[in-house]
C-alpha cells in the first residue's frame, strides 16, 4: 500500500493538471456551449485531437493507453470477484471438496457471468449521465463508513461493540441521505467563468458535427455568442429563482462535493461511535494496556520456551 502511494499521487496530481490545463486552453471556446461536445467526458480527446491530433501516432497511442487501462482494472476486478465468489460462497457453503480442475473452470465461468451483467449495464451507466462521478459518490457513501469504523478501532480505544454499530449504521445513514438528496434536489452548483469569444470552429449543422478547424465569420461568432449569452442569463436568472424559492435548513448538505464524501462519511461514524461508546458501558483504557503487556509478556515467554526447547543440530552437520 505504501509502495503504491506514490504512484497514486503523480496519476492525482496528473490528472487535476490536465483539468486544469484543459480549462485555460477553452477558456474563451468551451466545447460545451458551443455545442461541439455533449458531455464534458468528451473534452478529453477533444483535447488530445486539438493540442496533438496532426502528431503522427500520438492518437492511436492515446486511445491505446486509454483502453488498456481500462480494460487491465476490469480484469483484474472480475477475477477478483470470481476468485471472492468461489472461496467465500461456493466452497463455503456448496461444493467444500471442490477439486483444482473444477474450481478453475467454475471461476473462469463466474467472471464470465460477471463479465455479461457488466456488458449489460453498460446501458444503465449510459443513463447515469456522469458515470466517474456517481461511482465516487457510491464508494464514498460505503467506504467512507467502513474506514470510519476502522479508524475508530484503531485509534479510539474507549470505543465499544455497541458504539461501533452505530457510528456504522449512523455514518451509512446519514451518507445515503446526503446521495439521495442531492440526486433528488439537484442543487445549482457554480462553476468558473467560460465564454465563446475566441471559438474559431465551423459548424455545418445544429447537430454541431465539426467540418474544420476555421475561423468563422465574426457575424456567426457574434450570432452564436448573443444567443448563448442570452440563454445562460436566462438560465442562470431562473436557477437563481428556483434556489431561493427551494432552499431549506438541510441545502447546504445537498451541496456537499461527491470528492468528501469519504472524509465526512469517517467523520460521522467516529463521532458517532464516540458519543454511543461513553453514553454505554465504554472500555476502560487501562484495562486494555494491562490485556495487552499481559499479552506481549506471554508472547515474550514463549519465544523463549521456544527457543530453549530447539533442538542443538548433531556435531557433524
Not at 88 to 105: P, Q
Not at 250 to 255: C, G, S
Request: charged share 10%; with cysteine; hydrophobic share 45%.
Amino acid at each position: 500500500m505504501w509502495i503504491n502511494l506514490p504512484g497514486l499521487w503523480g496519476i492525482l496530481y496528473l490528472g487535476c493538471l490536465i483539468g486544469i490545463t484543459m480549462y485555460a486552453f477553452y477558456r474563451h471556446c468551451d466545447p460545451i456551449q458551443f455545442k461541439l461536445v455533449s458531455a464534458s467526458d468528451q473534452l478529453v480527446p477533444l483535447f488530445v485531437m486539438d493540442v496533438m491530433g496532426n502528431v503522427y501516432g500520438v492518437p492511436g497511442l492515446f486511445v491505446a493507453c486509454l483502453f488498456s487501462g481500462a480494460l487491465s482494472t476490469i480484469s483484474s476486478g472480475l477475477n477478483s470477484i470470481a476468485a471472492c465468489v468461489l472461496q467465500d460462497v461456493i466452497k463455503a457453503y456448496f461444493y467444500k471438496d471442490l477439486s483444482e480442475e473444477r474450481a478453475t473452470n467454475v471461476s473462469k465461468f463466474i467472471a464470465g457471468a460477471f463479465g455479461l451483467i457488466c456488458i449489460g449495464l453498460t446501458y444503465v451507466a449510459s443513463l447515469l449521465g456522469g458515470v466517474l462521478q456517481a461511482a465516487l459518490s457510491l464508494f464514498g457513501m460505503i467506504g467512507g463508513p467502513l474506514l470510519g469504523i476502522f479508524t475508530l478501532g484503531m485509534i479510539f480505544p474507549w470505543a465499544n461493540t455497541y458504539g461501533a454499530y452505530a457510528g456504522l449504521i449512523g455514518s451509512l445513514t446519514f451518507m445515503f441521505w446526503i446521495g439521495i438528496g442531492t440526486q433528488i434536489v439537484k442543487p445549482a452548483i457554480p462553476k468558473s467563468p467560460l465564454d465563446l469569444s475566441q471559438c474559431n470552429w465551423n459548424l455545418t449543422t445544429t447537430a454541431a458535427s465539426v467540418t474544420s478547424l476555421v475561423n468563422i465569420s465574426s457575424t456567426t461568432v457574434s450570432s452564436v455568442i448573443s444567443s448563448t449569452m442570452e440563454f445562460t442569463h436566462n438560465a442562470t436568472l431562473a436557477i437563481s429563482t428556483t434556489a431561493k424559492e427551494e432552499h431549506g435548513p438541510l441545502y447546504t448538505l445537498y451541496t456537499l462535493s461527491y470528492i468528501w464524501y469519504s472524509a465526512t462519511a469517517v467523520l460521522a461514524c467516529v463521532v458517532i461511535g464516540l458519543i454511543v461508546s461513553f453514553l454505554t458501558d465504554h472500555a476502560d483504557v487501562e484495562t486494555i494496556m494491562q490485556i495487552i503487556e499481559l499479552s506481549d509478556k506471554e508472547d515474550g515467554e514463549l519465544d523463549s520456551l521456544d527457543d530453549e526447547l530447539e533442538p542443538e543440530p548433531a556435531s557433524g552437520q
